[in-house]
């Protein structure tokens, strides 16, 4: 059974970069029909896409956040991350990893990790 | 980017009643479109992709239809563990957006 574990400091200073690593267990991250993505969900609030990766690093990102975001991929490793740079309150959140399909819709998740932007 | 608007965004109802959710897209996503449910303190369960098809594993009382720009999300007889809050989510194009859920109460 696929299973993906967010894991990262759970409070962030403002200004600074938030990051976030998912470790896939169960499957690899290199198969070739899926896309690896990121999620946030602010307390209370509906959700938001992030951004993806393929395996080989391509990458999409959500146009809002683009200037700040960076994901990448460690595939000995299984894992890929989320790098968000200059963070604001704003940024508070749960942050999920999932599993993108070829159709665009996540099949897996994982359990989510709440990220706090707070001095 | 794609808006996706939800309706209504809240209903109360009885176990075993039929639900019915709305999704509509601000354009034609085709039949990019799937329905997560969310439990509290949980991470969202894909229930149906490509419109109408269903995850496995996901109960059959759970359907989806429609294509373009309005889909449904019904739930035919509903159960106690079906309280919970839904979204729908567009895959036509990127930036992937969500709808902004329908918290489904107990009555």
């Given amino acids: ?119 | 980017d794609i808006q996706m608007t939800q309706s209504p965004s809240s209903v109360s109802a009885s176990v075993g009643d039929r639900v019915t959710i709305t999704c509509r897209a601000s354009q034609g996503i085709s039949s990019w479109l799937a329905w997560y449910q969310q439990r509290p303190g949980k991470a969202p369960k894909l229930l149906i992709y490509a419109a109408s098809s269903l995850q496995s594993g996901v109960p059959s009382r759970f359907s989806g239809s429609g294509s373009g720009t309005a889909f449904t999300l019904t739930i035919s007889s509903l159960q106690p563990e079906d309280f919970a809050t839904y979204y729908c989510q567009q895959g036509n194009s990127f930036p992937l957006t969500f709808g902004g859920g329908t918290k489904v109460e107990i009555k």
């Fill in chain 1, 1 to 119: 059974q696929l299973q993906l574990q967010e894991s990262g400091p759970g409070l962030v200073k403002p200004s600074e970069t938030l990051s976030l690593t998912c470790t896939v267990s169960g499957g690899s991250i290199s198969s070739s029909s899926y896309y690896w993505g990121w999620i946030r969900q602010p307390p209370g609030k509906g959700l938001e896409c992030i951004g993806s990766i393929y395996y080989s690093g391509s990458t999409s990102y959500n146009s809002s956040l683009k200037s700040r975001v960076t994901i990448s991929v460690d595939t000995p490793k299984n894992q890929f991350s989320l790098n968000l740079r200059s963070v604001t309150a704003a940024d508070t959140a749960l942050y999920y990893c999932a599993r993108q399909t070829s159709s665009n819709h996540f099949d897996y998740w994982g359990q989510g990790t709440l990220v706090t932007v707070s001095s």
